[in-house]
Protein backbone atom coordinates (compact mmCIF):
# COMPACT_ATOMS: atom_id res chain seq x y z
CA UNK A 1 0.00 0.00 0.00
CA UNK A 2 1.48 3.46 -1.03
CA UNK A 3 0.54 6.53 1.01
CA UNK A 4 -0.44 9.37 0.04
CA UNK A 5 0.99 12.83 0.41
CA UNK A 6 0.72 16.13 -1.10
CA UNK A 7 3.03 18.62 -2.11
CA UNK A 8 1.28 20.36 -4.49
CA UNK A 9 0.83 24.59 -3.85
CA UNK A 10 -2.71 24.27 -2.99
CA UNK A 11 -4.93 22.84 -1.55
CA UNK A 12 -2.37 21.65 1.04
CA UNK A 13 -1.89 18.76 3.03
CA UNK A 14 -4.59 19.50 6.34
CA UNK A 15 -3.02 18.60 9.31
CA UNK A 16 -5.70 15.28 11.49
CA UNK A 17 -6.47 18.15 14.57
CA UNK A 18 -8.22 20.28 12.51
CA UNK A 19 -9.77 17.59 10.10
CA UNK A 20 -11.37 16.32 13.27
CA UNK A 21 -12.79 19.24 14.61
CA UNK A 22 -14.05 20.00 11.22
CA UNK A 23 -15.92 16.22 11.17
CA UNK A 24 -17.79 17.40 14.37
CA UNK A 25 -21.27 17.90 14.36
CA UNK A 26 -22.92 20.74 13.10
CA UNK A 27 -23.89 23.71 15.43
CA UNK A 28 -26.48 26.33 14.37
CA UNK A 29 -24.37 29.40 12.93
CA UNK A 30 -26.46 32.64 14.80
CA UNK A 31 -25.02 31.52 18.48
CA UNK A 32 -22.76 32.22 20.85
CA UNK A 33 -20.88 28.99 20.44
CA UNK A 34 -20.42 30.17 16.34
CA UNK A 35 -19.53 33.76 17.44
CA UNK A 36 -16.76 32.62 20.07
CA UNK A 37 -15.13 30.62 17.61
CA UNK A 38 -15.89 32.99 15.16
CA UNK A 39 -13.37 35.30 17.45
CA UNK A 40 -10.79 33.25 18.55
CA UNK A 41 -9.97 32.45 15.05
CA UNK A 42 -10.09 36.08 13.66
CA UNK A 43 -7.66 37.04 16.67
CA UNK A 44 -5.71 34.82 15.62
CA UNK A 45 -5.38 35.89 12.18
CA UNK A 46 -4.80 38.89 13.44
CA UNK A 47 -1.07 37.39 14.98
CA UNK A 48 -0.60 36.16 11.96
CA UNK A 49 -0.95 38.70 9.16
CA UNK A 50 0.59 40.96 12.38
CA UNK A 51 -2.00 43.62 12.33
CA UNK A 52 -4.17 45.09 15.03
CA UNK A 53 -6.98 45.67 12.44
CA UNK A 54 -9.56 43.21 12.03
CA UNK A 55 -9.09 40.57 9.17
CA UNK A 56 -12.23 39.44 7.37
CA UNK A 57 -13.27 36.21 6.66
CA UNK A 58 -15.32 35.44 3.25
CA UNK A 59 -16.57 31.79 2.28
CA UNK A 60 -14.72 31.37 -0.70
CA UNK A 61 -10.97 30.83 -2.33
CA UNK A 62 -8.78 33.56 -2.10
CA UNK A 63 -10.17 35.42 -5.23
CA UNK A 64 -13.05 36.50 -3.41
CA UNK A 65 -10.95 38.03 -0.48
CA UNK A 66 -9.09 40.10 -3.43
CA UNK A 67 -11.86 40.68 -5.47
CA UNK A 68 -13.51 42.19 -2.89
CA UNK A 69 -10.81 44.77 -2.15
CA UNK A 70 -10.55 45.60 -5.76
CA UNK A 71 -14.51 46.47 -5.82
CA UNK A 72 -14.64 47.95 -2.96
CA UNK A 73 -11.57 49.29 -2.01
CA UNK A 74 -9.70 50.80 -5.24
CA UNK A 75 -10.22 54.54 -6.21
CA UNK A 76 -11.84 55.02 -9.17
CA UNK A 77 -10.57 58.34 -10.21
CA UNK A 78 -7.03 57.16 -11.36
CA UNK A 79 -5.11 54.20 -12.65
CA UNK A 80 -4.62 50.93 -10.77
CA UNK A 81 -1.24 49.39 -11.20
CA UNK A 82 -0.94 46.03 -11.78
CA UNK A 83 1.71 43.41 -11.62
CA UNK A 84 1.35 40.35 -13.86
CA UNK A 85 4.08 38.30 -13.85
CA UNK A 86 1.95 35.07 -13.79
CA UNK A 87 -1.38 33.65 -13.84
CA UNK A 88 -2.72 35.43 -10.65
CA UNK A 89 -1.06 38.60 -11.48
CA UNK A 90 -3.07 38.39 -14.83
CA UNK A 91 -6.36 37.44 -13.11
CA UNK A 92 -6.04 40.78 -10.71
CA UNK A 93 -5.89 43.07 -13.94
CA UNK A 94 -8.71 41.14 -15.16
CA UNK A 95 -11.01 41.48 -12.10
CA UNK A 96 -9.78 45.05 -11.87
CA UNK A 97 -11.32 45.89 -15.75
CA UNK A 98 -14.39 43.78 -14.97
CA UNK A 99 -15.31 46.75 -12.61
CA UNK A 100 -14.55 49.37 -15.23
CA UNK A 101 -10.72 50.72 -13.63
CA UNK A 102 -8.23 52.26 -15.47
CA UNK A 103 -5.62 49.58 -15.22
CA UNK A 104 -2.25 49.99 -16.28
CA UNK A 105 -0.99 46.34 -16.72
CA UNK A 106 2.88 45.95 -16.24
CA UNK A 107 3.44 42.51 -17.63
CA UNK A 108 6.89 40.44 -16.31
CA UNK A 109 8.81 38.12 -17.36
CA UNK A 110 7.93 34.82 -16.08
CA UNK A 111 10.31 33.92 -13.35
CA UNK A 112 10.45 38.17 -12.06
CA UNK A 113 9.18 40.36 -9.99
CA UNK A 114 8.26 44.22 -10.14
CA UNK A 115 10.74 46.02 -7.96
CA UNK A 116 9.75 49.54 -5.65
CA UNK A 117 11.67 51.67 -8.28
CA UNK A 118 9.30 50.43 -11.03
CA UNK A 119 6.56 51.28 -9.07
CA UNK A 120 8.04 54.37 -7.71
CA UNK A 121 8.81 55.82 -11.42
CA UNK A 122 4.60 55.02 -12.19
CA UNK A 123 3.81 55.99 -8.49
CA UNK A 124 5.42 59.60 -8.23
CA UNK A 125 3.53 60.43 -11.35
CA UNK A 126 0.58 61.36 -9.21
CA UNK A 127 -1.83 59.48 -11.49
CA UNK A 128 -2.12 56.31 -9.63
CA UNK A 129 -4.63 55.62 -7.03
CA UNK A 130 -3.97 51.66 -6.16
CA UNK A 131 -0.82 49.40 -6.87
CA UNK A 132 -1.71 45.40 -6.89
CA UNK A 133 1.11 43.04 -6.62
CA UNK A 134 1.37 39.16 -5.91
CA UNK A 135 3.69 38.64 -2.60
CA UNK A 136 4.27 34.93 -3.57
CA UNK A 137 3.34 34.46 -7.49
CA UNK A 138 2.08 30.75 -7.13
CA UNK A 139 2.16 30.04 -11.22
CA UNK A 140 6.08 31.03 -11.11
CA UNK A 141 7.08 30.65 -7.68
CA UNK A 142 8.49 34.14 -7.55
CA UNK A 143 8.67 36.49 -4.65
CA UNK A 144 7.87 40.10 -4.88
CA UNK A 145 9.82 42.29 -2.30
CA UNK A 146 6.08 43.80 -0.46
CA UNK A 147 8.45 45.49 2.30
CA UNK A 148 10.31 47.57 -0.37
CA UNK A 149 7.49 48.46 -1.98
CA UNK A 150 5.15 49.56 0.78
CA UNK A 151 8.27 51.92 1.61
CA UNK A 152 7.05 53.36 -1.94
CA UNK A 153 3.34 53.87 -1.67
CA UNK A 154 2.92 54.04 2.79
CA UNK A 155 3.31 57.97 2.78
CA UNK A 156 1.09 58.74 -0.30
CA UNK A 157 -2.34 58.49 -1.14
CA UNK A 158 -1.62 55.29 -3.00
CA UNK A 159 -3.09 51.89 -1.79
CA UNK A 160 -1.13 48.91 -1.67
CA UNK A 161 -2.88 45.75 -2.03
CA UNK A 162 -1.12 43.09 -1.88
CA UNK A 163 -2.02 38.97 -3.08
CA UNK A 164 -0.73 37.42 0.16
CA UNK A 165 -2.62 33.71 -0.90
CA UNK A 166 0.44 32.01 -0.32
CA UNK A 167 2.61 34.38 1.80
CA UNK A 168 0.75 35.06 5.04
CA UNK A 169 1.77 31.93 7.42
CA UNK A 170 4.63 31.17 4.97
CA UNK A 171 6.74 34.10 4.10
CA UNK A 172 7.35 37.12 6.78
CA UNK A 173 4.41 39.62 6.20
CA UNK A 174 4.53 42.84 8.59
CA UNK A 175 1.24 44.41 7.55
CA UNK A 176 0.89 46.88 9.93
CA UNK A 177 5.05 47.83 10.79
CA UNK A 178 5.40 47.96 6.90
CA UNK A 179 2.40 49.84 5.75
CA UNK A 180 0.60 47.32 3.38
CA UNK A 181 -3.16 48.90 2.66
CA UNK A 182 -4.96 45.40 1.52
CA UNK A 183 -3.47 41.99 2.34
CA UNK A 184 -5.63 38.82 1.45
CA UNK A 185 -5.22 35.71 1.77
CA UNK A 186 -6.27 31.51 1.41
CA UNK A 187 -7.63 28.75 4.05
CA UNK A 188 -5.84 26.34 1.50
CA UNK A 189 -2.34 27.41 1.80
CA UNK A 190 -0.25 28.07 4.80
CA UNK A 191 -3.28 28.08 7.34
CA UNK A 192 -3.86 24.19 6.53
CA UNK A 193 -7.45 24.32 6.16
CA UNK A 194 -9.31 22.82 3.44
CA UNK A 195 -10.19 25.12 0.12
CA UNK A 196 -13.64 27.91 0.57
CA UNK A 197 -12.01 30.70 2.79
CA UNK A 198 -10.76 33.78 1.76
CA UNK A 199 -9.20 35.75 4.38
CA UNK A 200 -8.48 39.63 3.83
CA UNK A 201 -7.30 42.96 6.28
CA UNK A 202 -7.77 46.58 5.34
CA UNK A 203 -5.79 49.99 7.16
CA UNK A 204 -7.32 52.63 8.19
CA UNK A 205 -6.28 54.31 4.96
CA UNK A 206 -7.74 51.76 3.10
CA UNK A 207 -10.84 51.70 4.70
CA UNK A 208 -11.25 55.61 4.41
CA UNK A 209 -11.59 54.73 1.01
CA UNK A 210 -13.71 51.91 1.30
CA UNK A 211 -15.99 54.29 2.42
CA UNK A 212 -16.09 56.75 -0.47
CA UNK A 213 -16.97 53.93 -3.03
CA UNK A 214 -20.45 52.50 -3.52
CA UNK A 215 -19.26 49.14 -4.56
CA UNK A 216 -21.14 47.40 -7.03
CA UNK A 217 -21.39 44.26 -5.52
CA UNK A 218 -23.55 42.70 -3.00
CA UNK A 219 -22.34 39.21 -1.54
CA UNK A 220 -18.44 40.98 -1.52
CA UNK A 221 -19.34 44.03 -0.04
CA UNK A 222 -16.67 44.69 2.78
CA UNK A 223 -18.73 47.12 4.30
CA UNK A 224 -21.26 44.27 5.05
CA UNK A 225 -18.59 42.10 6.53
CA UNK A 226 -17.25 45.12 8.93
CA UNK A 227 -20.84 45.59 10.26
CA UNK A 228 -20.90 41.51 11.03
CA UNK A 229 -17.57 40.84 12.50
CA UNK A 230 -18.20 43.96 14.77
CA UNK A 231 -20.75 41.46 16.58
CA UNK A 232 -18.18 38.43 15.62
CA UNK A 233 -20.97 37.05 12.97
CA UNK A 234 -21.30 36.82 9.35
CA UNK A 235 -23.36 38.63 7.09
CA UNK A 236 -24.31 35.64 5.16
CA UNK A 237 -24.55 31.67 6.23
CA UNK A 238 -21.59 30.91 8.01
CA UNK A 239 -19.22 28.10 6.86
CA UNK A 240 -19.27 26.72 10.68
CA UNK A 241 -17.17 23.87 9.78
CA UNK A 242 -14.56 25.28 8.00
CA UNK A 243 -14.30 28.60 10.34
CA UNK A 244 -14.38 25.51 13.56
CA UNK A 245 -11.13 23.72 11.19
CA UNK A 246 -9.68 27.64 10.96
CA UNK A 247 -9.62 28.08 14.70
CA UNK A 248 -7.35 25.29 15.06
CA UNK A 249 -5.18 25.69 12.12
CA UNK A 250 -4.25 28.80 13.29
CA UNK A 251 -3.97 28.36 17.31
CA UNK A 252 -1.49 25.66 15.79
CA UNK A 253 0.66 28.33 13.77
CA UNK A 254 0.68 30.59 16.93
CA UNK A 255 1.77 27.93 18.92
CA UNK A 256 4.62 27.67 17.25
CA UNK A 257 5.36 31.04 16.38
CA UNK A 258 4.55 32.13 12.82
CA UNK A 259 8.30 33.88 12.75
CA UNK A 260 9.32 30.44 13.49
CA UNK A 261 7.44 29.23 10.56
CA UNK A 262 8.74 31.81 8.21
CA UNK A 263 12.36 30.47 9.05
CA UNK A 264 11.29 26.82 8.76
CA UNK A 265 9.55 27.10 5.62
CA UNK A 266 12.96 28.91 3.78
CA UNK A 267 14.83 26.51 5.21
CA UNK A 268 12.55 23.99 3.20
CA UNK A 269 13.08 25.87 0.59
CA UNK A 270 16.59 25.36 0.37
CA UNK A 271 16.95 22.23 1.36
CA UNK A 272 14.77 21.22 -1.45
CA UNK A 273 16.81 23.43 -4.09
CA UNK A 274 20.18 22.07 -2.98
CA UNK A 275 18.57 19.07 -3.75
CA UNK A 276 17.52 19.44 -7.00
CA UNK A 277 20.58 20.96 -8.12
CA UNK A 278 21.94 17.66 -7.37
CA UNK A 279 20.03 15.63 -9.76
CA UNK A 280 20.04 17.26 -12.51
CA UNK A 281 16.61 19.79 -11.79
CA UNK A 282 16.94 23.74 -12.55
CA UNK A 283 15.50 26.84 -10.21
CA UNK A 284 13.39 28.50 -12.96
CA UNK A 285 12.55 31.92 -11.03
CA UNK A 286 15.02 34.66 -10.99
CA UNK A 287 13.28 35.90 -7.69
CA UNK A 288 12.61 32.41 -5.51
CA UNK A 289 9.34 32.54 -3.40
CA UNK A 290 10.44 30.40 0.01
CA UNK A 291 6.68 29.16 -0.29
CA UNK A 292 6.77 26.85 -3.70
CA UNK A 293 9.55 26.42 -5.62
CA UNK A 294 9.68 25.91 -9.30
CA UNK A 295 11.98 23.61 -10.85
CA UNK A 296 12.85 22.79 -15.07
CA UNK A 297 13.47 19.27 -15.53
CA UNK A 298 16.26 17.33 -17.76
CA UNK A 299 16.17 17.11 -21.31
CA UNK A 300 14.22 14.50 -22.80
CA UNK A 301 11.96 14.23 -19.53
CA UNK A 302 8.32 14.10 -19.94
CA UNK A 303 7.19 15.73 -17.25
CA UNK A 304 3.50 15.60 -17.09
CA UNK A 305 3.03 12.39 -18.91
CA UNK A 306 5.80 10.29 -17.08
CA UNK A 307 7.80 12.46 -14.52
CA UNK A 308 4.27 13.28 -11.85
CA UNK A 309 2.09 10.45 -13.14
CA UNK A 310 5.51 7.79 -11.91
CA UNK A 311 5.65 10.53 -8.74
CA UNK A 312 2.41 9.90 -7.89
CA UNK A 313 1.30 6.23 -8.88
CA UNK A 314 4.17 5.02 -7.90
CA UNK A 315 5.80 6.45 -4.98
CA UNK A 316 2.38 8.55 -3.72
CA UNK A 317 3.64 11.94 -4.21
CA UNK A 318 1.53 14.71 -5.61
CA UNK A 319 3.74 17.66 -7.19
CA UNK A 320 1.92 20.63 -9.49
CA UNK A 321 2.87 21.14 -13.27
CA UNK A 322 3.87 24.20 -15.21
CA UNK A 323 1.52 26.76 -16.75
CA UNK A 324 1.22 28.97 -20.17
CA UNK A 325 4.70 29.02 -21.06
CA UNK A 326 5.95 26.80 -18.80
CA UNK A 327 3.47 23.62 -19.01
CA UNK A 328 4.87 20.30 -19.82
CA UNK A 329 8.90 21.84 -18.50
CA UNK A 330 8.37 22.62 -14.93
CA UNK A 331 6.83 21.32 -12.05
CA UNK A 332 6.04 22.95 -8.61
CA UNK A 333 6.57 22.05 -4.65
CA UNK A 334 4.97 23.19 -1.87
CA UNK A 335 6.96 24.37 0.98
CA UNK A 336 3.75 25.92 3.25
CA UNK A 337 1.45 24.04 6.16
CA UNK A 338 1.42 20.84 7.43
CA UNK A 339 4.87 19.71 6.09
CA UNK A 340 8.51 18.29 8.04
CA UNK A 341 11.79 16.96 7.23
CA UNK A 342 11.09 13.72 6.58
CA UNK A 343 8.30 14.62 4.15
CA UNK A 344 11.13 16.73 1.95
CA UNK A 345 13.70 13.39 2.33
CA UNK A 346 10.70 11.35 0.93
CA UNK A 347 10.07 13.72 -1.73
CA UNK A 348 13.47 13.82 -2.95
CA UNK A 349 13.88 10.26 -2.89
CA UNK A 350 11.11 9.70 -4.96
CA UNK A 351 12.11 12.36 -7.26
CA UNK A 352 15.06 10.46 -7.50
CA UNK A 353 13.07 6.81 -8.62
CA UNK A 354 10.79 8.51 -10.88
CA UNK A 355 13.91 10.49 -13.07
CA UNK A 356 15.57 7.54 -12.98
CA UNK A 357 12.03 6.11 -14.26
CA UNK A 358 12.01 8.40 -17.10
CA UNK A 359 15.12 7.10 -18.28
CA UNK A 360 17.28 9.76 -16.76
CA UNK A 361 20.53 9.82 -15.29
CA UNK A 362 20.64 10.19 -11.63
CA UNK A 363 22.88 9.28 -8.91
CA UNK A 364 20.54 7.77 -6.81
CA UNK A 365 20.81 8.99 -2.91
CA UNK A 366 22.99 12.39 -3.84
CA UNK A 367 19.80 14.20 -3.58
CA UNK A 368 18.75 13.01 -0.21
CA UNK A 369 22.77 13.47 1.34
CA UNK A 370 22.02 16.80 -0.46
CA UNK A 371 18.25 17.73 1.65
CA UNK A 372 19.68 15.63 4.29
CA UNK A 373 22.70 18.18 4.82
CA UNK A 374 20.76 21.29 4.71
CA UNK A 375 17.88 20.19 7.13
CA UNK A 376 20.29 19.05 10.04
CA UNK A 377 19.78 22.76 10.77
CA UNK A 378 15.79 22.11 11.45
CA UNK A 379 14.45 22.86 15.01
Known amino acids: MIKKRLFT ?11 NEMAKP ?3 HRTPQFREVFRAAT ?24 EAAIACATPRDKKVLVANGGKFGERWAKIA ?12 EWGTAITADDVKAKVDTGEYGAVIVVQSETSTATWTDVEAIAKVTRDTDVL ?19 GVDVVASGSQKALMTPPGLAMVSLSDKAWASVDTIDAPCFYLDLKSYRTSLAKDDTPTTG ?9 VAVDMINAIGVETIW ?7 KALRTAAEAIGLTLMSKSPSDSVTALGCPEGVDVDGQFRKILKTTYGASIAGGQNEWKGKVVRVNHMGYTDPLDLVGLVAAMEFALSDCGAEVAIGKGVAAVAKVLKDWQ
Open 43 to 66: DGLKTIFHTEQEVITICGSGTAGM
Open 97 to 108: RVYDLDVDEVEL
Open 263 to 269: KRTALYA
Open 239 to 247: PVNLITGLR
Open 160 to 178: LMVDAITGVGALPMDMDAW
Open 26 to 28: MFH
Open 9 to 19: PGPTDVPPDVL
